[in-house]
């Protein structure tokens, strides 16, 4: 095997590492990213170029606890309220969308600051255990959404055997 295609075979080698190693971290971070997209509403042409220009990929950054009762999920989601954000259990997974809508306009000193947010968005967080969708319980403060699901009374149970 001459030099040069050694050198290949190790730069294709690492290659390949590097590509496993993108996919692992994609896979990995998948859940917690969330696409933000335009609005339902119908637009015209120009408005909706100008739309999927100015959207992308956000963060709602989520927690999950378990204990022996229940799954809580926590999740940012900053500048809403409460009316703007939908819930929904779909298999195991707890489905968190809605479109926001953030206007703010203030002027300090010889700045004027004018932001908005304008779009859909769904995070969807797995649950690790069955839960019972009708004793559910959510509220959102301070821009923070937490959701509490009681886990189901049918789920699974470890039954201990003796030998005899």
Same mark, same amino acid.
């Given at each position: 095997m001459t030099a040069m295609q050694q050198l290949r075979e190790g730069f294709n080698q690492a290659w390949g590492r590097?590509?496993?190693?993108?996919?692992q971290l994609s896979r990995q971070a998948s859940g917690a990213m969330t696409k933000f997209t335009g609005g339902r509403e119908k637009r015209g042409r120009?408005?909706?170029?100008?739309?999927?220009?100015?959207?992308?990929?956000?963060?709602?950054?989520?927690?999950?606890?378990d204990d022996?009762?229940?799954? %809580?999920? *926590? +999740? !940012?989601? $900053?500048?809403?309220?409460?009316?703007?954000?939908?819930?929904?259990?779909?298999d195991d997974f707890l489905i968190v969308s809605g479109e926001?809508?953030?206007?703010?306009?203030?002027?300090?000193?010889?700045?004027h600051v004018n932001e908005c947010a304008y779009g859909a968005f769904q995070r969807v967080v797995p649950?690790?255990?069955?839960?019972?969708?009708?004793?559910?319980?959510?509220?959102?403060?301070?821009? %923070?959404? *937490? +959701? !509490?699901? $009681?886990?189901a009374t049918n789920r699974r149970r470890r039954v201990q055997v003796t030998v005899h």
């Open positions: 590097v590509v496993e190693g993108w996919e120009e408005a909706r170029e100008l739309a999927e220009r100015s959207t992308g990929w956000g963060l709602l950054a989520a927690e999950v606890f022996n009762d229940r799954v %809580v999920v *926590r +999740v !940012e989601a $900053p500048g809403m309220s409460k009316d703007d954000i939908q819930l929904e259990v779909q926001k809508h953030v206007a703010r306009e203030r002027t300090e000193g010889r700045w649950l690790p255990d069955t839960v019972d969708t009708g004793k559910a319980d959510a509220s959102y403060k301070h821009g %923070v959404l *937490r +959701v !509490e699901l $009681p886990k």
